[in-house]
């Protein structure tokens, strides 16, 4: 059977997009960019904004996967309906990435809960932007990278905003940008994993 995207997905590629580019677009109307000559403390604040944004959307896509993955696994499952509601909680309360960062860990931690082990190796199998090479780093690091200036920013943390920059880790929307496409292709590769573990589980399409 051909692999479909998930709701999710459509959502981190069409409103989630959105709401982010909102942002970037809000930025441009003050006549900011990162380039010299301008002021990059006009527009210093939406810029932080636009990281936050870009952080959460993700990990309110990360969840909203889990999400559908759990019901689909629990509804497939033979159990009676009266059973699901009970089941459900067992897949999704205390979730890692519902009381702190999306990132390699936590999905790891919580997509085992419906069948997907090692995401960080089936994401590196998926995709071979994922992997760090020796001339590039790849989408995991890049990804790391935006999860630690948001949390310096969300904490306020000068000093921890100031050792990335020394890093190259810019807190502007061009260089946060620039990481948009990498979160695409890890989340089309994350919904094909969880498609196929879910599709090889139930013995059909799982959405």
Do not use: K
Not at 18 to 35: K, N, P
Not at 72 to 78: A, H, L, P
Not at 80 to 93: K, M, N, Q, R, V
Not at 157 to 184: F, H, K, M, P
């Amino acid at each position: 059977m051909p692999y479909s995207m998930s709701v999710p997905l459509r959502r981190w590629l069409g409103p989630r997009h959105e709401a982010i580019s909102t942002l970037a677009q809000a930025h441009a109307q003050l006549g900011e960019v990162d380039g010299p000559g301008r002021p990059l403390e006009t527009g210093r604040p939406v810029a932080h904004a636009y990281v936050l944004r870009i952080v959460t959307e993700f990990q309110a896509f990360a969840r909203d996967l889990h999400d559908h993955a759990a019901e689909t696994m629990v509804t497939s499952s033979g159990a009676g309906a009266s059973s699901w509601s009970i089941l459900l909680a067992g897949a999704t309360e205390g979730r890692m990435i519902d009381r702190g960062n999306a990132d390699l860990r936590s999905l790891d931690h919580d997509f085992r809960r419906v069948g997907v082990s090692a995401v960080g190796e089936h994401l590196a199998a998926s995709s071979a932007y994922w992997r760090r090479s020796q001339s590039r780093r790849g989408d995991r690091a890049f990804y790391q990278d935006l999860i630690e200036l948001r949390n310096a920013l969300a904490h306020g943390n000068q000093r921890q905003v100031d050792r990335l920059r020394e890093r190259g880790i810019r807190d502007t929307v061009s260089w946060a940008r620039a990481r948009l496409c990498g979160l695409d292709r890890t989340a089309s590769a994350l919904d094909r994993i969880v498609w196929d573990n879910l599709s090889e589980a139930i013995g059909g399409d799982p959405w």
